[in-house]
């Protein structure tokens, strides 16, 4: 996929195909990755928290002093869209082919079947797979607090098994994708789909709606019920522009796993609601000026979805309840 194509090649965003369950199913089997564990669901004896005890058990006194950190650790908090958490990779000699096996257990158990395939192609097509990647571990499996945390290119992701009170995916999280052509992006769908809210707004809504200047992508602290937050009121929309706006959540959200999207619905719930959701979109960079807009943002009290549509895709996820 080349990602510097010019211009007069690019493939027409209104061409775009959603893509299915296909993306690149099988992938974690070759190579690496053991395929004697190629399944694409969890079950409550095989969460993704249970493959993380068991990679945590299986770590040497060598490995730890490498990826494992206190839970209060400064780390544990950082969230950027290419850095790596420790100095080892994935695919480092230090870790073994059961301990690799593990890790792609516990990514396939904190995503969906189709965010688990979106994920190892982006990973692929970003910086050449997994194995390029690094993992940390906090705390300690079997008590209150602990968590894995991996990153690389476009990735910040965690498994904690609800550990972390009030913080759905364990803290903030990161995706996205380096192609620059909007419609091979893994992630431009979200994109249609929020801006089919747009496209239902009134001309009064669609002035709330649209605003000139996005704030920073990393600026994504919670607010809580006092703050001052982009764009359109959810509240202020017609119930049927309501159901779209609850439609596209769930397009967002499709990627994880049941128990997170789960968490994130209950903490919206005890924030008052979609009610309390805004939603913003962003003249500036819109790629190929077809005022479908590549930035945007969805902000209330407990949830902030930034979404930096152009040069390529970083998006930022921080879901909870401020303390």
């Known amino acids: 996929m080349n990602m510097n194509r010019p211009d007069g090649q690019r493939v027409a965003r209104r061409d775009f195909v959603k893509l299915g369950g296909t993306v690149a199913a099988g992938v974690a089997s070759v190579g690496l990755f053991d395929a004697r564990f190629a399944h694409s669901a969890g079950s409550p004896e095989t969460s993704a928290e249970t493959f993380v005890a068991e ?99 476009h990735l910040t992701m965690r498994a904690d098994g609800n550990r972390v009170d009030k913080a759905a995916f364990g803290g903030p999280i990161v995706y996205g994708h380096g192609e620059e052509v909007p419609s091979d992006n893994l992630f431009y769908y979200q994109t249609q789909q929020t801006n089919k809210v747009f496209q239902a707004l009134d001309a009064d809504q669609a002035k709330l709606a649209l605003q000139t200047k996005a704030p920073k992508e990393s600026a994504v602290q919670l607010q809580g019920p006092s703050g001052h937050f982009p764009g359109i009121a959810v509240n202020k929309l017609a119930s049927d522009q309501k159901e779209l706006v609850e439609s596209t959540l769930k397009v967002l959200l499709a990627p994880y796993r049941e128990d997170d999207v789960d968490e994130v619905m209950e903490i919206l719930k005890s924030s008052g609601g979609m009610d309390q959701l805004h939603m913003a979109f962003y003249q500036e960079e819109d790629i190929d000026d077809d005022r479908v ?23 930022y996820i921080n879901i909870g309840v401020k303390s």
């Open 55 to 153: 990679l945590y058990g299986s770590l040497s006194d060598k490995q730890k002093e490498i990826v494992w950190r206190p839970f209060d650790h400064a780390d544990r908090r950082k969230i950027n869209p290419n850095w790596h958490i420790t100095k080892a990779t994935i695919g480092d000699d230090l870790f073994s082919k059961q301990q690799r096996t593990l890790i792609d257990q516990i990514v396939r158990n904190i995503t969906s079947a189709d965010g688990y395939q979106r994920l190892i192609r982006q990973m692929d097509e970003d910086d050449a797979g997994m194995e390029n990647y690094s993992f940390a571990l906090f705390g300690e499996p079997g008590t209150d607090q602990f968590q894995f945390e991996m990153t690389g290119r």
């Open 293 to 315: 807009w590549d930035i945007w943002r969805v902000e209330g009290p407990s949830l902030v979805w930034h979404f930096r549509g152009a040069p390529h895709v970083h998006a």
